[in-house]
Nanobody, 124 residues
Framework: QVRLVESGGGLVQAGDSLRLSCAAS????????MGWFRQAPGKEREFVAA????????YYADSVKGRFTISRDDAKNTAFLQMNSLKFGDTAVYFC?????????????????WGQGTQVTVSS
C-alpha cells in the first residue's frame, strides 16, 4: 500500500519559515515526479511546486517563486518544501503528491498518489 505522509505544518507569523516533509512508503519514488499543492478554504486545490526527477529542473507557481524550494532525498524516499518569507496568503492545507512516472504537471489529476495534507497557517 502506497502512503504519503506530510509533516511540518503549523502556525507561524508572516515572514517566518517552515519546512514541510513528505515521507513515502509502499514503493520507491526515486524516479517519479513529486509535487506540492495547497488548498485554502473555499478554493480549489492549486499547484505550488514540482520536481519531475528527469531533467534536473524544478517548477513553481508564480505566487511562491523565489520563496519556496522543493527538494527530495531519494535515499530516504522523502520530499521537502522549504517555505521562506511566508505570507498570510500562503495559509492553506498543503498536500504532497507523487506520480507513478517522472514528469510534472500543474494539474492535480496528473498525480497518482496523495498525502492527507498538513495545515499551514500564517498570521499577519
Amino acid at each position: 500500500q502506497v502512503r504519503l505522509v506530510e509533516s511540518g505544518g503549523g502556525l507561524v507569523q508572516a515572514g517566518d519559515s517552515l519546512r514541510l516533509s513528505c515521507a513515502a512508503s509502499g514503493r520507491t519514488f526515486s524516479s517519479a515526479g513529486m509535487g506540492w499543492f495547497r488548498q485554502a478554504p473555499g478554493k480549489e486545490r492549486e499547484f505550488v511546486a514540482a520536481d519531475p526527477w528527469s531533467g534536473g529542473d524544478t517548477y513553481y507557481a508564480d505566487s511562491v517563486k523565489g520563496r519556496f524550494t522543493i527538494s527530495r532525498d531519494d535515499a530516504k524516499n522523502t520530499a521537502f518544501l522549504q517555505m521562506n518569507s511566508l505570507k498570510f496568503g500562503d495559509t492553506a492545507v498543503y498536500f504532497c503528491a507523487a506520480r507513478r512516472v517522472s514528469g510534472w504537471s500543474y494539474t492535480p489529476r496528473a498525480y497518482d498518489y496523495w498525502g492527507q495534507g498538513t495545515q499551514v497557517t500564517v498570521s499577519s
